[in-house]
T-cell receptor
Framework: KNEVEQSPQNLTAQEGEFITINCSYSVGISALHWLQQHPGGGIVSLFMLSSGKKKHGRLIATINIQEKHSSLHITASHPRDSAVYICAVSNTDKLIFGTGTRLQVFP | NAGVTQTPKFQVLKTGQSMTLQCAQDMNHNSMYWYRQDPGMGLRLIYYSASEGTTDKGEVPNGYNVSRLNKREFSLRLESAAPSQTSVYFC???????????FGSGTRLTVV
């Protein structure tokens, strides 16, 4: 079993829909990271969380430390949100990555 | 622009050839990392350097060597490339354990 599990693996949505991507982990962590990767592109850090909730524009990330679970929400989704979203956890000096959720938003 | 710069962006090697992937950051970060990304798998840590002058193995170090030349630069060397090393390689850096990571744009390597 992977130490970081994401669901769903693939997600399609119509423009304007509310999107949720989930991440569960089984190890002790110092922080959880949400990353974005566009096709053929580099990796961009969206959020780093150790508790509670963070918001940036249309993106919201939450974490429940007791349940070892995090969610990434996208409100009013847009085709430019189409990307792979990766959950990763910091464990000592290293990151442990999930396999990513591929999101496609259609106009 | 400040960030992590990787070179080259693309490379094709023949089996047995050697090459060095370069990574440089201009953010005065202490820690630097090399990851590989393969289809269907999460990114996996090859080597990392917690500070200038130190390097440590990650999850998949076999077939690779690294050099932390100075605080800015962290290079990854393939001494004798194998088809199993076909992958996308990412360099990343950060300042402290509780800081976010900054990633380079990646190097797409194909070994034939």
């Amino acid at each position: 079993k992977n130490e970081v599990e994401q669901s769903p693996q693939n997600l399609t949505a119509q423009e304007g829909e509310f999107i949720t991507i989930n991440c569960s982990y089984s190890v002790g962590i110092s922080a959880l990271h949400w990353l974005q990767q566009h096709p053929g592109g580099g990796i961009v850090s969206l959020f780093m969380l150790s508790s509670g909730k963070k918001k940036h524009g249309r993106l919201i990330a939450t974490i429940n430390i007791q349940e070892k679970h995090s969610s990434l929400h996208i409100t009013a989704s847009h085709p430019r949100d189409s990307a792979v979203y990766i959950c990763a956890v910091s464990n000592t000096d290293k990151l442990i990555f999930g396999t990513g959720t591929r999101l496609q938003v259609f106009p | 622009n400040a960030g992590v710069t990787q070179t080259p962006k693309f490379q094709v090697l023949k089996t047995g050839q050697s090459m060095t992937l370069q990574c440089a950051q201009d953010m005065n970060h202490n820690s630097m990392y090399w990851y590989r990304q393969d289809p269907g798998m999460g990114l996996r840590l090859i080597y990392y350097s917690a500070s200038e002058g130190t390097t440590d193995k990650g999850e998949v170090p076999n077939g690779y060597n690294v050099s932390r030349l100075n605080k800015r630069e962290f290079s990854l060397r393939l001494e004798s490339a194998a088809p199993s090393q076909t992958s996308v390689y990412f360099c990343a850096s950060r300042t402290r354990d509780r800081d976010g990571y900054t990633f380079g744009s990646g190097t797409r390597l194909t070994v034939v």
